[in-house]
């Protein structure tokens, strides 16, 4: 009996109480016994659905002490060719793409340590799922005072035309050598979370990545794939919106459907082309598109939908806000951006899970994969 509870309690350790995601299996490890100076990684369990959902919890050990959520701690996993670093502190992990995943951990205390283990968790495929097209969204952080900010819009054009409809760019404005009238408070959300300190800066999917994309067009179409590879959708996103001229009343009906029981957020952004203004690096007037003119939620992860709680596989939820358009808009130029968000790191960080736009006052419906 004395073992049995022994078994219990070491193994409830494991699971953080704000982290639902199951058990199976697997035998507790015997972390009391790391030595002192060396970094070790221990997991819950070895195998889960590659359903967004599943999750395998980590405990990271540092001679004696548990440095799981310290901000210096960092899982690093590998999959094939690629290699992923997590956010600093996260020690929970989901997947949507099946494959086997290879973890180690590292930290800086008074210089840095690496495991000396590695992890190694398969994802196994879930069939029988609705089959959604993905779109990734494309941050382009930038400035009227950036000179090599329009290189980068370039690059973000031609790519649109080479992967006709995958990508969604939202070009964020911030002051930078002089004020910007298109700057809006939601760029600072960003870029406190991104710590980027040079415009132009692109990222994508709202993926925290040291240095962001490099903004060459080849590394943005490289990016966007990657991202396809190991972040599939598992839900699709349709949009409805209402346009009153006269009052400038905006709704905007949000409608997600999801192939699992997940829990999602959601962003709703407002976003204008044929802004004519000036730019540094051009000569006289430019033209800027896809600029943020508003983002709904008050932080990056978004709104929260159906009440925080996993939506139902198959069952369609639906959310209605309301904005109206600044005088200065033109909203004959202006699209809705939803962006669906998920978490694969236990609520930790949030990402783009899929995406959809439409004109203001138009619709769009599911798209689903031939």
């Not at 980590?58 to 997590?86: I, Q, Y």
């Not at 879930?126 to 329009?150: A, D, L, M, R």
């Not at 999917?205 to 994309?213: I, R, T």
Request: with cysteine; aromatic share 10%.
């Amino acid at each position: 009996m004395k073992s049995l509870v022994k078994y219990f309690l070491i193994f409830a350790a494991l699971l953080p109480a704000v982290v639902s995601c199951g058990t199976e299996g697997n035998k507790p490890n015997d972390w009391e016994s790391v030595p002192e100076g060396t970094l070790r990684v221990f997991a819950d369990k070895q195998s889960i659905a590659a359903d967004g959902t599943d999750c395998v919890t980590f405990k990271v050990m540092f001679g004696a002490k548990d440095v799981s959520a310290e901000k210096t701690m960092k899982l690093v996993w590998t999959s094939g060719d690629k290699e992923v670093t997590m956010n600093a502190g996260a020690y929970v992990f989901s997947t949507t793409a099946p494959g086997t995943y290879t973890f180690k951990a590292t930290l800086y205390s008074s210089g840095e340590h690496v495991s000396d283990n590695e992890i190694v968790i398969t994802a196994s495929e879930v069939v029988g799922t609705k089959s959604y097209f993905q779109k990734v969204i494309g941050e382009q952080f930038t400035s009227v005072g950036c000179v090599n900010c329009p290189v980068l819009s370039t690059n973000i054009k031609t790519v649109q035309e080479r992967m006709p409809g995958v990508m969604i760019p939202l070009s964020f404005h911030q002051d930078y050598g002089m004020a910007d009238p298109m700057s809006i408070a939601a760029t600072e959300l960003f870029y406190k979370a991104y710590g980027f300190s040079g415009l132009p800066f692109f990222n994508l999917n709202m993926h925290k990545v040291d240095g962001g994309v490099q903004r060459e067009v080849e590394s943005i179409i490289k990016a966007i794939n990657d991202e396809l590879e190991l972040y599939p959708t598992t839900c699709g996103v349709a949009i409805e919106t209402t346009y009153d001229d006269a009052s400038r009343e905006l709704v905007v009906k949000t409608k997600i459907t999801s192939n699992v029981p997940a829990r999602y957020k959601y962003h709703i952004f407002l976003v204008e082309d044929g802004i004519i203004a000036s730019q540094s690096g051009t000569n006289g007037d430019y033209t800027h598109n896809n600029v943020v003119r508003k983002m709904f939620a008050t932080d990056i992860t978004g709104l929260n939908i159906n009440k925080k709680a996993p939506l139902t596989p198959g069952v369609e939820v639906t959310t209605s806000n309301k904005a109206t358009l600044e005088r200065g808009w033109n909203a004959s130029n202006m699209r809705v951006v939803v962006v669906a968000m998920s978490s694969n790191d236990g609520d930790k960080t949030y990402y783009c899970n899929n995406a959809n736009e439409c004109l203001v006052g138009g619709s769009v419906d599911y798209i689903i994969n031939e």
